[in-house]
């Protein structure tokens, strides 16, 4: 199993701070029973960790008019909404959980041109909740394909998430379905897209990061 790059040094502080504490209860406490169940809850919180920062193997495939899932998760919202940050219209929003147990890597849904970058310090309020998508912290990216169409997606930390990673710099150019970010923990994607776009999924349905299809250009 592939690790991610945001996750070495984070496992490198737990696995430590692991072992000693286990060194220091088999070294004092001669119960079994104490030293054996610490020592499997500090495996298990190994473990989830490892998990947590995954990185999967995917085939990565680019296609301008088709707009794909940034992020595994499930669709939650799916609705015409106002987008007042960037476009100041209306749009239709596409947002995707991703719960502890999801892969936390984000993908570019479309390639193209990063015409806007915005991070938003915030709240960290349950990342289901609709206000989220503006009180929370957040990073906002809009990208351009070679069709001059552009979307816009948001990065939003959850109630357990506490630090975006983003790569996307304006002005320069990035494939479609290659690495945008990381979000550590529970949290959402919102993706907004013009209207008249085809919609691909439904409320409720999970999304796999680079391989779903959430919509597609007019």
Not at 119 to 137: D, I, M, Q
Not at 179 to 195: A, C
């Amino acid at each position: 199993m592939a690790i991610h790059k945001e996750g070495y040094k984070i496992i490198t502080i737990v696995f430590s701070i692991l072992v000693i504490i286990n060194l220091i209860i088999f070294k004092f406490i001669s119960i079994p029973f104490i030293t054996w169940t610490i020592l499997l809850i500090s495996v298990l919180k190994l473990l989830f960790i490892l998990r947590f920062f995954r990185k999967p193997t995917r085939e990565l495939i680019t296609n301008d008019n088709l707009i794909y899932a940034p992020c595994d998760g499930k669709v939650v919202v799916i609705e015409q909404t106002e987008e007042n940050e960037y476009f100041k219209d209306k749009r239709i929003q596409i947002s995707i959980f991703m719960s502890v147990w999801d892969v936390h890597i984000n993908w570019f849904p479309i390639g193209g041109v990063v015409k806007y970058v915005k991070y938003h310090p915030g709240k960290f309020l349950v990342a289901r909740l609709p206000k989220s998508s503006t009180e929370n912290e957040r990073t906002t990216i809009v990208v351009e394909n070679k069709n001059k169409q552009q979307i816009l997606f948001r990065q939003i930390a959850g109630i357990i998430a506490r630090r975006i990673i983003c790569y996307a710099e304006e002005g320069k150019e990035f494939n479609q379905n290659s690495e945008v970010g990381f979000i550590r923990f529970g949290s959402r994607v919102d993706v907004f897209l013009p209207l008249g776009t085809k919609i691909n999924v439904n409320i409720g349905q999970n999304t796999i990061g680079t391989e779903t299809v959430i919509a597609q250009f007019d």
